[in-house]
């Protein structure tokens, strides 16, 4: 081995290499994940859940735009984002690509409801927070039912399947063994 691959590098977010600032740095690091793990704001979601969120934040008019979600897998006490599923009236919902899920009477008792599937995302459990309040006091508006649920999970793989596919015949290096290969 040559001398120059024996050097070691150290990678820190800081400019300076020194070995002090390194465990500085690791020692913040620390402090801030242990003010999030002993903070009493925990809550657990539970799949097939419906809640209002906080879709955006408008800045010029200063206030949260609050949407439906339904809850897509249960999170954990600690962790801090959760899978969810937007969902929107059939009446406001022109735009947005999904499946019609029918009626969720805890939200209205006439009009139907579209899961806007190309929204499917991770969000941060912060945003199910009302304003001044924890986050354990955000409460369900109801649950979705069990076929509505199963027919967004069956529709949402076989757009991943049809991804997958897709990517894998442009790319076939990405396959071996039938078994696709991560990055």
Not at 59 to 80: A, W
Request: glycine share 4%; net charge positive.
């Amino acid at each position: 081995m040559s001398k120059e691959e024996k050097r070691l590098y150290f990678i820190t977010p800081v400019k300076d290499n020194g070995f002090y600032d390194q465990f500085e740095w690791a020692d913040n690091l620390l402090q801030k994940e242990e003010s999030y793990l002993f903070n009493s704001d925990f809550k657990v979601f539970r799949a097939r859940e419906i809640y209002s969120y906080t879709r955006k934040f408008d800045i010029q008019l200063n206030r949260p735009f609050k949407g439906n979600c339904v809850i897509m897998d249960m999170s954990q006490k600690y962790e801090n984002k959760v899978l969810i599923c937007p969902i929107y009236p059939k009446s406001m919902a022109e735009n947005k690509f999904g499946i019609n899920i029918g009626h969720v009477y805890e939200l209205s008792d006439t009009e139907e409801f579209i899961a806007a599937l190309s929204e499917i995302k991770y969000v941060s459990k912060a945003r199910f927070k009302e304003y001044g309040k924890t986050l354990n006091s955000a409460k369900s508006i109801g649950v979705l039912s069990q076929s509505a649920y199963l027919r967004i999970l069956e529709s949402y793989k076989n757009i991943i399947d049809a991804i997958i596919k897709k990517t894998t015949n442009y790319s076939p290096d990405l396959l071996y063994n039938g078994r696709i290969l991560s990055a």
